[in-house]
């Protein structure tokens, strides 16, 4: 397994959670880092991602101020922070390892998936 997403669970709004993501073979700081979300029958959305040049951080519009990024370089792990959850932020969240480097982040800069966690938020 060379990603691991961990630490979804069920949360009430305006919960917090954070999630981990266990990587290997690929080192953390040399590619770009994201983290996505699809809930169900839609598509998969970047919620946060780090660029592979600049290791600037990227945010949807969504998530800005409530999602942080972080990551363990001696750990080789990835995080994501989520405070003040909304129903909104319910599916499974993937992390994932690419050439993201600047504008908007997608999917289709991601080459390698791991399996994903799933969050609920719900009362």
């Known amino acids: 397994v060379q990603l691991q997403a961990s630490g979804g669970g069920l949360v009430q709004p305006g919960g917090s959670l954070r999630l981990s993501c266990a990587v290997s073979v690929y080192t953390v700081d040399v590619y770009g880092i994201g983290w996505f979300r699809q809930a169900p029958g839609k598509k998969r959305d970047a919620v946060s991602c780090?660029?592979?040049?600049?290791?600037?951080?990227w945010y949807p519009d969504s998530v800005q101020g409530r999602f942080t990024f972080s990551r363990d370089i001696e750990k080789n792990m990835v995080y994501l922070e989520m405070t003040d959850l909304k129903p909104e932020d319910t599916g499974v969240y993937y992390c994932?390892?690419?050439?993201?480097?600047?504008?908007?982040?997608?999917?289709?800069?991601?080459?390698?998936w791991g399996q994903g966690t799933l969050v609920t938020v719900s009362s």
């Open positions: 994932a390892i690419g050439w993201f480097t600047s504008g908007i982040c997608t999917a289709e800069e991601f080459g390698r």
């Open positions: 780090i660029s592979a040049s600049d290791e600037s951080i």
